[in-house]
């Protein structure tokens, strides 16, 4: 298990080894030029995204989870929809909307009779856009953990505030929200880790981040240790933020506020009402319905290329990767899970500690960890047989569908492995004594009695992967197989070259897709609140 | 009559903490036993070693004259044909109640393992619910499943973990009873492990008291209330509180209580000893001289338990009917009925 753990972790450990191999000439340059952008922007779109997230995540929390007004029950579970859209297809559709050609601008200059340079109109592709595109897709991670630190507040801590002679507005920044900070604060490092991983959105805009800047100095510059070593500096955030959510996640416990309580809701009426209405609509028109409607536009200007054969062997070639990679990610997670749970110990709690890493590191730090060690490996057999046989083997490796499935398994197991132990931690193990005192051995335990009682899990576990890789763009973009495309690939290169209404059908199949885990997430808080 | 289970010596440590140290206990085949005391007392640890889901350190653990236990040597817990009632029960989810308790019959034929899980069904009154799921069921029933499900491959002994912890306390007597006569109708050794001692009482034929991983008395439950080996074991069956008495010049015990009736014994004068003062050993009589003032009272519905200040400070417990109803702080005419007495030299009882 610890070997398993291990080969996952190879590629996070080839990126940190980089730091400590040669550096080449390249990096001179990159410090003279572009490295100060990187860094900067990097830093800036973190600050944008940390602040719009918070802002976005702990009103819309505060507004379905403790206050009454027409529409909270839809408002509790459409405002997490956002989620499906992944942030390089918000940032086209926005862009296909607002850009001088789109609709927006056009109507401007029909009603007012502007023309070209008669006015002022924000650019979106620029940095304050790309904040404003992650923020809009990337609060739900925040709202979603705030509002059950909210609802988990009793209420008898909000009345004792309150009948201390604190005001509904002062108990809400002296009581509430401080109690929520933890969820707060793990719910906006997951949002930035996110951020971080983002490539689609920034190269879209042309914004100068890590991300981008790795895959200009592989691509452009051809220097793969290069490459390798940007990785490892952006690693250092990362990991900074991996460090804060468990802390911030550790301390969650410490904030739980005596018995629970049904909450008691603050009843807005008038104009508070509308104002809470518009402030929710505004969230999810902006972050889904909008884009979201965009995209079914163009897709409707020419429905007849949904059937053509050209998408359906993209959706074809997406769809079995995704399978693939999912059905892997579930049988090591459960191979990782039920070992840690057969021989709790040291080294499985750290194997399953090191794996479940992997969700926080982004995708082109993966991609770059991944090409290392196959291209080199690639490179021995093909120098050894050269020698001995005088044959050249090619690349085995490197380019194929297995290192993109690797790489997807490495990024992704976490997934498995978290939904995997969390259901195996439901099953109490007076269950599984029982079954071994009435004479069945561990492995035929597996079989009849957890495989059996996980099975809500374990599709939970296939399905949220499935999504997560239909959806991963850099990973697949540096990995896939030469002419390999997926719909996510697709949509990104159409877009790029401004034929957007071309990738809107890419784009909102995985929309579409991405909604499965959403409504997955909506059944689960519903029965949470049932349950409460 | 044939030993069923014989626990030699066993101890159990995690680290520096001994859970159990060197118990022993035997049963003979068809006798339910008990391992009674208070949480963390080591009486669970000890259940799951006999079941297989904990190495021991010292001892060993045998059934019928099989090893299955020793600090070298373990057989797994599917090979040991030991049946385990679990707290919480753990029934399967996923499998209905027939499913449940054919569970542990899959080396039987069809035929064999349905009418076996229907005969088991009709012992414990269940025949009517066998498709019926673990969560359509009540406490008591899912209980009842447990049982049959943990007989059906019929074990050579059967452990019982805290079985009717999980049930209303006023089921639970008579739930222990009702277990109790099902086992003994199918001669099954059994042991059962609770904190609880009416539990014990109402279906063990021998209790084991345990404290801080020792097993302090073995013995049928009348001699753990009437000759209780220590302290602890007066006190935590039964109640009751230690006084301390010096034998007087003659012998006897006479120490504001009134002359002791020692059946011809008679100590050392001088002595210290202790006397174990049980609420029922102090009788509420409105003739008697002897009044004491009350400390503490507490309406028991059918009587008043009081507790009563002795003239030198220590403090006694007394069952009063519940219409004597005397307030804190007055006095109570009382006549000692210390006949039966336990008294204990140090922390040994001595045998009167």
């Known amino acids: 298990m610890l070997a398993t753990s291990l080969v996952i972790a190879l590629p996070v450990l080839v990126i940190i080894g980089s730091l400590f191999g040669g550096y080449s000439p390249a990096w001179e340059h990159l410090i003279d ?49 956002p989620m499906a859209m992944p942030a390089y297809i918000i940032a086209y559709t926005y862009t296909g909307m607002l850009d001088y050609a789109g609709p927006v601008q056009s109507l401007l200059r029909d009603t007012f009779g502007w023309g070209y340079g008669d006015y002022w109109f924000p650019e979106i592709r620029s940095l304050g856009g ?27 801590v909000l009345e004792a505030s309150r009948s201390l002679g604190k005001t509904l507005p002062a108990t809400f920044f002296r009581v509430a929200l401080p109690l929520a900070r933890p969820a707060i604060a793990a719910g906006v490092s997951l949002a930035l880790m996110e951020t971080l991983a983002d490539y689609g959105t920034v190269s879209y805009f042309g914004v100068s981040a890590f991300t981008t800047g790795i895959f200009r100095t592989w691509y452009g510059l051809g220097e793969l240790q290069t490459a390798a070593q940007l990785a490892a500096f952006l690693m250092l955030f990362v990991f900074m933020l991996f460090i804060l959510e468990r802390q911030s996640r550790r301390r969650l416990r410490f904030y739980r506020t005596g018995t ?63 399978a693939i990679a999912a059905a892997c990610c579930l049988l090591l997670a459960l191979f990782l899970g039920y070992g840690k749970r057969l021989f709790p110990g040291f080294a499985q709690t750290t194997a399953n500690g090191v794996v479940s890493m992997g969700y926080a590191v982004p995708g082109t730090v993966i991609a770059v960890g991944v090409l290392i060690p196959f291209a080199w490996f690639d490179n021995v057999v093909d120098s050894w047989l050269r020698e001995t046989l005088g044959v050249s083997s090619g690349l085995l490796l490197s380019g194929t569908l297995g290192a993109l499935v690797f790489a997807y398994v490495v990024r992704f197991l976490s997934v498995s492995l978290q939904t995997v132990e969390s259901g195996l931690a439901r099953i109490r193990p007076s269950i599984d004594e029982s079954a071994r005192s009435l004479g069945y051995p561990p492995l035929s335990l597996l079989r009849r009695i957890h ?33 390999f495309n997926t719909l996510a690939v697709r949509a990104h290169e159409l877009a790029s070259d401004e034929r957007l209404a071309d990738a809107a059908l890419p784009a909102l199949a995985i929309v579409l ?19 409460s | 009559m044939t030993q069923q289970l014989d626990v030699n010596r066993v101890s159990v440590r995690f680290g ?38 904990q190495t021991i350190n010292e ?116 739930l222990a009873s009702e277990v109790r006569d099902l086992l003994k109708a199918d001669g099954v050794t059994a042991i059962l492990v609770t904190h609880d001692q009416h539990e014990a009482f109402a279906m063990a034929d021998q209790v084991s008291l345990l ?49 002791l009736d020692m059946k011809s014994r008679s100590f050392a004068p001088g002595q210290q000893l202790r006397l174990l003062i049980r609420p029922d050993d102090i009788e509420y009589d409105e003739s008697s001289a002897i009044q004491l003032r009350v400390v503490e009272r507490a309406f028991r519905g059918a009587n008043f338990l009081y507790e009563l200040l002795l003239p030198d400070g220590q403090h006694v417990p007394c069952l009063a009917p519940s219409h004597i109803a005397a307030d804190k702080g007055s006095l109570l005419p009382v006549r000692f009925n210390l006949q039966h007495v336990v008294i204990f030299n140090g922390e040994h009882q001595v045998f009167t």
């Open chain 1, 260 to 322: 629970r309580q049904p909450p008691r809701r603050i009843a807005l009426c008038g104009w508070r009402a509308v104002t809470a209405v518009g402030l929710a609509s505004a969230i999810l028109v902006s972050g889904f319905l909008l884009p979201a409607s965009q995209l079914a536009i163009w897709v409707l200007q020419d429905p007849a290329r949904a059937a053509q054969p050209a998408f359906l062997a993209l959706a074809g070639n997406s769809f079995l990767l995704a």
């Open chain 2, 16 to 53: 520096d903490f001994t859970a159990v140290d060197s118990a022993s206990i035997t049963l003979n085949k068809g006798e339910i036993g008990c391992l009674l005391g208070p949480s963390g007392c080591g009486k669970t640890t000890l259940l799951r070693a006999i079941a297989g889901f």
């Open chain 2, 211 to 259: 404290h801080d991983g020792h097993i302090d008395q073995t013995d049928v439950p009348y001699n753990l209330y009437h000759r209780p080996a220590n302290a602890f074991v007066a006190q935590f069956i039964g109640g009751g509180s230690l006084i301390d008495v010096t034998v007087n010049a003659d012998g006897e015990l006479n120490d504001r209580l009134g002359v």
């Open chain 1, 130 to 156: 790309a904040v404003c595109m992650l923020s809009l897709v990337l609060y739900p991670y925040t709202y979603l953990l705030v509002r059950v630190a909210f609802q988990e507040q009793s209420t008898a």
């Open chain 1, 513 to 531: 897709i991405g909604l499965l885990p959403v409504i997955l997430l909506t059944r689960n808080m519903a029965s949470d609140n049932a349950a």
């Open chain 1, 451 to 483: 495989i059996p009682m996980l099975r809500g899990s374990l599709l939970t576990a296939l399905l949220l992967v499935f999504v997560d890789v239909l959806k991963e763009l850099p990973t697949t973009l540096i990995l896939r197989p030469f002419n």
């Open chain 1, 33 to 81: 030029t572009v490295l100060g952008d990187y860094v900067v922007n990097s830093v800036l779109l973190m600050l944008g995204v940390g602040a719009g997230t918070l802002l976005l995540g702990v009103s819309a929390a505060w507004l379905t989870a403790m206050c009454e007004f027409p529409g909270r029950r839809f408002f509790s579970w459409a405002l997490l929809l």
């Open chain 2, 59 to 174: 001892g060993q653990i045998s059934v019928r004259g099989r090893v299955l236990s020793t600090p070298d040597m373990q057989v797994s817990p599917e090979q040991r044909r030991v049946g385990m009632v679990f707290q919480d029960f753990a029934l399967f989810p996923h499998l209905n109640v027939s499913a449940n308790v054919g569970f542990g019959l899959r080396h039987l034929q069809r035929r064999e393992r349905e009418s076996r899980v229907r005969r088991l069904l009709k012992m414990v009154s269940l025949d009517d619910y066998a498709g019926a799921w673990p969560h359509e069921l009540s406490g008591g029933q899912q209980q009842r499943v447990a049982l049959a499900r943990a007989l059906a491959p019929g074990p050579e002994i059967l452990l019982l973990d805290e079985p009717f912890s999980s049930l209303d306390s006023e089921l639970r007597t008579q």
